[in-house]
T-cell receptor, first 114, second 114 residues
């Protein structure tokens, strides 16, 4: 079945550091790709999506580019802030099908210290 | 904008107990979901519903029942709580079941079974 593999566990950075969280996927079709962010005590929030090869999604200074060749959708931010501390989920959706097949990665916890 | 309200925020139960979690949304969305979130395991789909009175099983439905008596509400029942179980249950909604739609999440119910 479809699967998502993202940077495992925790990432610890200082303010103004560059962030990369890796996300690779395996899918039988041509999926839509998502990033969701979950702040402490809240549910996940949609960050952005991309639906086709080479499409860039972006929001709040975060960005990721859909790369069908390397089956990747890595999350990047040039300069992180303490307020970016959260858990980030990469997800894979079935564009022509059902949201019930939305597959989430295990999540990556970002901790940013000032 | 809308909001998803989950009650209760914290739920403590005893082994073998039947426990009910509630979710209300005011987005007027057709589709609602229940996910289970365990540390290090991502989000796993328990049940979903595409309209009032519809119920569909997800990958993790064993041990759970669900009910969608109104478009705006979706409840989940743990039929027999397992000792030492700890997890967060997240309710979500989307405009439709289409595969690239954004999910909107509530802030979760944290379950502890003694």
């Amino acid at each position: 079945g479809d699967s998502v593999t993202q940077t495992e566990g925790q990432v610890a950075l200082s303010e103004e550091d560059f962030l990369t969280i890796h996300c690779n996927y395996s899918a039988s079709g041509y999926p839509a790709l998502f990033w969701y962010v979950q702040y402490p005590g809240e549910g996940p929030q949609f960050l952005f999506r991309a639906s086709r090869d080479k499409e860039k999604g972006s929001s709040r200074g975060f960005e990721a580019t859909y790369d069908k060749g390397t089956t990747s959708f890595h999350l990047r931010k040039a300069s992180v802030q303490e307020s970016d501390s959260a858990v980030y989920y990469c997800a894979l959706g079935d564009r022509g099908g059902s949201n019930a097949k939305l597959t989430f990665g295990k999540g990556t916890k970002l901790s940013v210290k000032s | 904008g809308g909001i998803i309200t989950q009650t209760p925020k914290f739920l403590i139960g005893q082994e073998g107990q039947k426990l009910t979690l509630k979710c209300q949304q005011n987005f007027n969305h057709d589709t609602m979901y229940w996910y289970r979130q365990d540390s290090g395991k991502g989000l796993r789909l328990i049940y979903y519903s595409i309209t009032e009175n519809d119920l569909q099983k997800g990958d993790l439905s064993e041990g759970y029942d669900a009910s969608r008596e109104k478009k705006s509400s979706f409840s989940l029942t743990v039929t027999s709580a397992q000792k030492n179980e700890m997890a967060v249950f997240l309710c979500a909604s989307s405009i439709s079941l289409a595969g690239a739609e954004t999910l909107y999440f509530g802030s979760g119910t944290r379950l502890t079974v003694l």
